[in-house]
């Protein structure tokens, strides 16, 4: 970056696997805002300046890019580089919804999913929600949680490097989800994260009840999880990077210095600042102002 003075950062970012982020869209916004020289993170990925203020029309400029499959950020330029990640697991590092996938299993797989996409858009109570759809796996066999990890599940693509970079730089990577430890425990040591929280399936004779132990983590646990974690650690929330994509991420994802609404529902994106819609993990890493280059495999 130019020695102009830099308040703000501006990252732009594309899809890795399409790779389409060109030199003029980024010249373009620059000139356009008076930014400094532009820094490109990764060729055809991301590409980032400096400018004196944050900009006034900066959604604007987001809507126009979001339809060249365009993702823009800008945030403080101080303290961008967080030493603690909080993500949420389903639909986040993976991208599947765990319940549903053990629904689909159970043969409710349709009713489930319709339950859950409204729960993750803040239609339903979540907790009451979750009830509802463990109720409906009651006499499920356990083994089949084994099944839909070996089978059904994916990694968002960015996820290891994402985490293998914070901690390379001292960071502290948790994972808390509102689904199952059944699962998470099992994402977590895949993925490299330092702990992991979630909910607790009741299980009798290898049959799943139908029921989750109590109290159910959802929203208000993933916001005592980021307090409780960041103290431990002895660091404030503005040193924290959160990730998630549901309503009952929201509280998280605004105690945190960067809250990152990935892919997420429409009504989440709403009311966070920062929304990737076109990259991958990745991007947490670019908007961080880490180079590809730079990333621990």
Excluded at 114 to 140: C, P, S
Aim: contains cysteine.
């Amino acid at each position: 970056m130019s020695d102009a003075p830099t308040d703000a950062v501006v990252t732009l970012l594309a899809s890795p696997a399409r790779a389409d982020l060109h030199r003029e869209t980024v010249e373009s916004l620059r000139n356009a805002w008076g930014g400094g020289d532009a820094r490109w993170l990764a060729p055809g990925i991301a590409a980032e300046f400096g400018v004196p203020a944050l900009p006034g029309n900066r959604w604007e400029v987001w809507e126009g890019l979001q339809a060249m499959r365009v993702d823009l950020v800008v945030q403080p330029a101080a303290g961008r580089r967080k030493r603690m990640l909080l993500a949420d697991m389903d639909s986040t590092m993976i991208g599947q919804e765990c319940i549903d996938e053990l629904a689909d299993m159970a043969g409710v797989g349709p009713h489930v999913a319709g339950i859950t996409a409204r729960a993750m858009n803040g239609e339903l109570d979540f907790e009451a929600a979750l009830r509802e759809r463990v109720g409906l796996l009651a006499g499920l066999p356990e083994t089949v949680i084994a099944q839909v990890l070996a089978e059904r599940i994916t990694y968002t693509p960015g996820g290891r490097e994402l985490i293998a970079t914070m901690k390379a730089a001292g960071g502290y990577a948790a994972l808390v989800s509102g689904g199952f430890t059944a699962f998470t425990a099992a994402v977590s040591a895949h993925l490299g994260f330092d702990e992991n929280r979630a909910n607790t399936l009741l299980v009798e004779d290898g049959l799943l009840t139908g029921r989750v132990a109590e109290p159910i983590l959802g929203r208000e646990a993933k916001m005592a999880a980021l307090r409780e974690i960041s103290g431990r650690l002895g660091i404030g929330h503005d040193a924290v990077m959160a990730v998630g994509d549901g309503a009952n991420d929201l509280g998280m994802l605004g105690m945190a210095g960067a809250g990152v609404a990935l892919h997420a529902k429409p009504a989440v994106a709403a009311q966070c600042d920062i929304r990737i819609n076109h990259g991958d993990l990745t991007a947490l890493l670019y908007i961080q102002g880490y180079a590809a280059e730079d990333f621990v495999l």
